[in-house]
Every structure is written in structure tokens, then in C-alpha cells.
């Protein structure tokens, strides 16, 4: 197993900056530390209410990099590009299977970085609430399966009422136990099963 990957310069640079932020003004708050794999990397995934959710679960776990996966549309702006590359995330294509995001995924949890991933795939708010519930998506597993790295549950509420200046609370869980048998798909889905009905169980306590 590999050591975890240290912050990089720059990540460490945001979340120095950013400290004011998310301690004074939106009290985060965190519990569950303790079920954080110390060594190797692994994958972390927790519901999404705000485009804030990334950070209110990455900065926890400072010193450990982060990997997020941010959308490929987002790489077409050269300094945004510079940015994202510069904090650890890399492009995906939504909506379609992008192998070359799920390598790189793979290796950078094999290497010992922490990929953060939402397996309902995009936010349940936009400005409303949504009709229905996002569904899951069995990515964040398929990912731990392949780099045989824990799948770590965390669950984050506040983020999306900030407004109210709200304490912005995160827990996380102990890994998801994985299925042993059946095809990599089955595991993948039992495992994706386990995981959200987890992520809904922290959600609750915060």
C-alpha cells in the first residue's frame, strides 16, 4: 500500500487561504475523522447539495491531496485549467463512460491521493429543489474495486443554506465493507447499494 500523497504547494496555498472562510464564516464542523484511512489512498463519496460540497469534505483532510473530478467543459478556459491542474482535479465527460477519467482515478488512488467523487452525480438543488431524487451512480465503487482502496462514506449538510450562515457539518463513516463474490458490475452495484444507504444513515445524525 502506498504512503498518501502529501498536498501539493498550491492545494496547500487554497486551504490556507480558504481557512478563514470555512472556520469563521461557515463553522464547519466535522465528525468521524477517526474512520479516515490513515495510509494509502482510497475513495471518498457523500451526497451533493452545493457547489461547495467539495471543499467542506476535502478540507478535512488536509494534509492528504485531494483529487475531484470536475467536468471537461470547464477545462476549455486556459486559466481555469491552470487552476483545476494546479489543485489535483482532472477532466470527465459527463454522461458518457469516460475510461481515460476512470484510469486516472484508478492510479492516483493506487498512488496514495484521496479521489473525491458524488455518486449522485450532480446537486440535488439548483436554485430549487429538484422533483426527483438523483440517482446513484456506481462510479466511486467501481473506482475502490479497481484500485483496491476502502470506499470511505461522508455526508456534508449547510452547504446550501448559506444565507442563513449556517454551521456547515460533514461526517464520515467507516469504509464500506465490499462484496467478495460475483462479477465486478454486481460487486460494484451492491457496493454502490451499501454506500449511499450509509451516506443517507450520517446524513440523518448531522
Given at each position: 500500500m502506498a504512503a498518501f500523497r502529501r498536498a501539493s504547494p498550491?492545494?496547500?496555498?487554497?486551504?490556507?487561504?480558504?481557512?478563514?472562510?470555512?472556520?469563521?464564516?461557515?463553522?464547519?464542523?466535522?465528525?468521524?475523522?477517526?474512520?479516515?484511512?490513515?495510509?494509502?489512498?482510497?475513495?471518498?463519496?457523500?451526497?451533493?447539495?452545493?457547489?461547495?460540497?467539495?471543499?467542506?469534505?476535502?478540507?478535512?483532510?488536509y494534509p492528504r491531496q485531494i483529487h475531484y473530478m470536475a467536468k471537461a467543459e470547464l477545462y476549455k478556459n486556459p486559466v481555469l485549467r491552470w487552476f483545476l491542474n494546479k489543485g489535483g482535479?482532472?477532466?470527465?465527460?459527463?454522461?458518457?463512460?469516460?475510461?481515460?477519467?476512470?484510469?486516472?482515478?484508478?492510479?492516483?488512488a493506487r498512488e496514495g491521493g484521496v479521489v473525491a467523487m458524488f455518486p449522485e452525480g450532480t446537486r440535488r438543488t439548483k436554485g430549487l429543489r429538484k422533483k426527483h431524487r438523483a440517482a446513484p451512480h456506481s462510479g466511486a465503487a467501481r473506482i475502490a474495486l479497481a484500485a483496491e482502496v476502502p470506499l470511505v462514506p461522508a455526508a456534508v449538510v449547510g452547504t446550501d443554506q448559506l444565507r442563513r450562515l449556517p454551521s456547515v457539518r460533514v461526517s464520515y463513516g467507516a469504509p464500506i465493507e465490499m462484496p467478495p463474490n460475483g462479477t465486478r458490475r454486481r460487486q460494484a452495484d451492491e457496493a454502490t447499494e451499501r454506500l449511499m444507504e450509509e451516506i443517507a444513515r450520517l446524513e440523518a445524525t448531522l
Open positions: 498550491f492545494f496547500t496555498l487554497i486551504v490556507r487561504l480558504s481557512t478563514p472562510l470555512v472556520r469563521g464564516l461557515l463553522r464547519l464542523r466535522t465528525t468521524g475523522l477517526e474512520n479516515v484511512p490513515r495510509e494509502g489512498g482510497f475513495v471518498i463519496a457523500s451526497n451533493h447539495v452545493s457547489n461547495l460540497d467539495p471543499w467542506a469534505v476535502g478540507y478535512p483532510l482535479s482532472f477532466p470527465v465527460r459527463r454522461g458518457e463512460r469516460d475510461s481515460e477519467a476512470f484510469k486516472t482515478a484508478v492510479r492516483l
